[in-house]
Nanobody, 122 residues
Framework: QVQPIESGGGLVQAGGSMRLSCAASGGAFTRLAMGWFRQGPGKEREFVAAISWVGSSTRYSDSVKGRFTISRDNDKNMVYLQMNSLKPEDTAVYYC???????????????WGQGTQVTVSS
């Protein structure tokens, strides 16, 4: 079972950039797709982005498409989320996990990690 540890969050002004990292230990990381998800204050958890285990296929939610980029380094068991042109509505706790089933839902394999808080000020 993959155990994700998210990091890189913090406070940033609107329009700024931030890169999140996810260290995934255990499990067959290099054979799993990985995804980023987020939960904003008072909101349901939502899908943000996913990447295939080879890294050749990605998908993004409409709300982040064109601003966020997901990538991975299988040699280091790492997944990244580069976030540009951040907006206050991107404020959320961000989680990484292997998605279960079709991409775009919040179904994952295993359990959620602690996440990393991203706060975008206006």
């Amino acid at each position: 079972q993959v155990q994700p540890i998210e990091s890189g969050g913090g406070l940033v002004q609107a329009g700024g950039s931030m890169r999140l990292s996810c260290a995934a230990s255990g499990g067959a990381f290099t054979r799993l797709a990985m995804g980023w998800f987020r939960q904003g204050p008072g909101k349901e958890r939502e899908f943000v982005a996913a990447i295939s285990w080879v890294g050749s296929s990605t998908r993004y939610s409409d709300s982040v498409k064109g601003r966020f980029t997901i990538s991975r380094d299988n040699d280091k068991n790492m997944v990244y989320l580069q976030m540009n042109s951040l907006k206050p509505e991107d404020t959320a706790v961000y989680y990484c996990a292997p998605p279960q089933g079709p991409w775009g839902t919040t179904q994952i394999l295993g359990s959620w990690g602690q996440g990393t808080q991203v706060t975008v000020s206006s």
